[in-house]
């Protein structure tokens, strides 16, 4: 929020800049200033104020596209001038200059296009700086519980997200879990990828364990089903790693899930990235991060076997 408000009293400052300057009678300026140094100084003061602007509504807006921050910053900026040199007209000596309006438009011009390039070189240089990055294909499950892991792992992977849960009943909580999931994609501008539903075939896997406890042996079935159907993903698509946004919850078991990924890392031409996301408080962090965004937290794992029981 600070870097906000910052953001925004720069073009605030810069316009009152403008305004005192342009307050000031004519022969309060001692040195004499040439046509072309007046020229100069109304594209710099409206190429400076149009860029602050992109800076600041970009800061803002983050829904808006930067073509139309551009044009908003262009179309605020040459709307200041002409305000400024309405305002000129009853300072002793100044007056309205339509020409004048021509220069600061051209500056509101020159500062926009300053800005779209230079955010296109820094787009090109965070593109080669994640290019660098290894690929990460990240299984995820419930996205109330892994934003926070995807958050944690974008830092260092290029992280592609893999929903695919055929555990998970009625298919309406599916749906409502698949949403979430697309939701945390676009919010964090990452690729998903989607794997078929198939509860059918899941019920058959899992066909006599239907009694099972949590971690039992029921829970191990679908934890290698899911974790074998993201490693053979990543090794078609040639990621460097797979893992798996289960190991954030308490209720499942870390070390079998690590287990069950090194196996398949030895079958497969792809690394297990041997993470167990609960540590130093990472589902206390999953639950804060949640909530912050909105997401929706599911009380139950996933499958029918593990819904609460009715009183």
Same mark, same amino acid.
């Given at each position: 929020m600070l870097s906000k408000i910052f953001k925004t009293l720069l073009p605030v400052l810069w316009m009152a800049i403008i305004f005192t300057l342009s307050h000031q009678p004519y022969d309060f300026f001692i040195i004499e200033v040439t046509n072309a140094q007046q020229i100069v100084a109304h594209i710099f003061l409206y190429a400076v104020l149009a860029y602050l602007i992109v800076f600041a509504v970009a800061g803002w807006e983050k829904s808006w596209q930067l073509k139309n921050i551009i044009l908003f910053s262009i179309f605020f900026s040459i709307f200041y001038g002409i305000t400024d040199e309405y305002h000129q007209g009853f300072i002793l000596g100044r007056f309205v200059s339509y020409l004048d309006? %021509?220069?600061?438009?051209?500056?509101?011009?020159? $500062?926009?296009?300053?800005?779209?390039?230079?955010?296109?070189?820094?787009?090109?240089? =965070?593109?080669?700086?994640?290019?660098?990055?290894?690929?990460?294909?990240?299984?995820?499950?419930? %996205?109330?519980? $892994?934003?926070?892991?995807?958050? =944690?792992?974008?830092?260092?992977?290029?992280?592609?997200?893999?929903?695919? /849960?055929? /555990?998970?009943f009625p298919k309406k909580e599916y749906d409502i879990r698949l949403e979430q999931a697309k939701k945390i994609a676009k919010k964090f501008h990452l690729k998903l990828l989607i794997g078929g539903y198939g509860h059918d075939d899941w019920l058959k896997l899992v066909k006599g364990y239907?009694?099972?406890?949590?971690?039992?042996?029921?829970?191990?079935?679908?934890?290698?089903?899911?974790?074998?159907?993201?490693?053979?993903m990543a090794e078609k698509m040639n990621f460097n790693y797979f893992t798996t946004t289960l190991t954030v919850s308490p209720h499942k078991d870390a070390r079998e899930i690590a287990r069950i990924g090194k196996e398949l890392e030895e079958k497969l031409n792809v690394e297990f990235l041997d993470k167990d996301f609960k540590k130093q408080d990472g589902f206390k962090k999953t639950c804060e991060l949640s909530k912050k965004l909105g997401l929706y937290r599911q009380n139950y794992c996933g499958c029918e076997f593990s819904m609460p029981k009715e009183e």
């Open positions: 309006l %021509i220069f600061d438009s051209l500056g509101a011009l020159l $500062g926009a296009f300053l800005f779209y390039h230079v955010k296109k070189f820094s787009n090109g240089v =965070n593109f080669l700086r994640e290019f660098k990055k290894p690929k990460l294909l990240l299984h995820v499950c419930c %996205i109330g519980c $892994g934003a926070y892991v995807v958050k =944690n792992l974008k830092k260092d992977f290029r992280v592609v997200l893999y929903f695919y /849960n055929p /555990n998970v239907e009694g099972e406890p949590e971690r039992g042996r029921r829970c191990l079935l679908c934890y290698s089903e899911r974790l074998k159907e993201t490693a053979k």
